[in-house]
């Protein structure tokens, strides 16, 4: 199966400044790369798929980029909303998984 | 507007089994894939399998093989998943959650439903 390491495990960022969040694959794959956002007590929610297209509703603030084995999900501006863990997943190979996650948290 | 709601709470002792249910409504249920996702206390998220409502086909995650069942209701849009043989490393917050239908993505999911194995 596919391992999905993120980094860093915790990211401390100030309201308005920018974030970075880093996926690997252990191995490549070309677009089957989404990213979710979980807050404390509640589901993970879908905030972008294939690489870098952003699902219904989620804010022009986060984008997506990568290939291969490396992604990273960005942050431009953070809200004091975006204060969550942030998960990657792969689809490219069954069985689905997930990346241990990043925490952002106030700095 | 879509919406998965699952049952509540279980606590179990090891050697037992829980069956969770997700029901869904909004959308047409035969029309989706349907997974379940767990999370152990402070983890992250462990795919488990899915389901097809429609064709009845099942695909489950290699580490689950034997122990899960995961079965549908389509008079009721409901999802079921059965665990058993629990430990208490079974003991975790299981999602289900809805496949996008046109990517392997999770675009919808339940509220989750704790799992407690304890003796």
């Known amino acids: 199966e596919i391992v999905m390491t993120q980094s860093p495990a915790t990211l401390s960022v100030s309201p308005g400044e920018r974030a970075t969040l880093s996926c690997r694959a252990s191995q490549s794959f070309s677009t089957n790369l989404a990213w979710y956002q979980q807050k404390p007590g509640q589901a993970p929610r879908l905030l972008i798929y294939d690489v870098s297209t952003r699902a219904t509703g989620i804010p022009a603030r986060f984008s997506g980029s990568g290939s291969g084995t490396e992604f990273t999900l960005t942050i431009s501006s953070l809200q004091s909303e975006d204060f969550a863990v942030y998960f990657c997943q792969q689809y490219d190979t069954w069985p689905l998984t997930f990346g241990g996650g990043t925490k952002v948290q106030i700095k | 507007q879509v919406q998965l709601v699952q049952s509540g709470a279980e606590v179990k002792e090891p050697g037992a089994s829980v069956k969770v249910s997700c029901k869904a409504s909004g959308y047409s249920f035969t029309g989706y894939f349907f997974h379940w996702v767990r999370q152990a206390p402070g983890q992250g998220l462990e795919w488990m399998g899915r389901?097809?409502?429609?064709?009845?086909?099942?695909s489950y995650a290699r580490k689950f093989r034997g122990r899960v069942t995961m079965t549908r209701d389509t008079s009721t849009s409901t999802g079921y998943m059965e665990l058993t043989s629990l430990t208490s490393d079974d003991t975790a917050v299981y999602y289900c959650?809805?496949?996008?239908?046109?990517?392997?993505?999770?675009?919808?999911w339940g509220q989750g439903t704790l799992v407690t194995v304890s003796s």
């Open positions: 959650a809805r496949e996008s239908a046109t990517t392997s993505t999770l675009d919808y």
């Open positions: 389901i097809n409502p429609n064709i009845d086909y099942r």
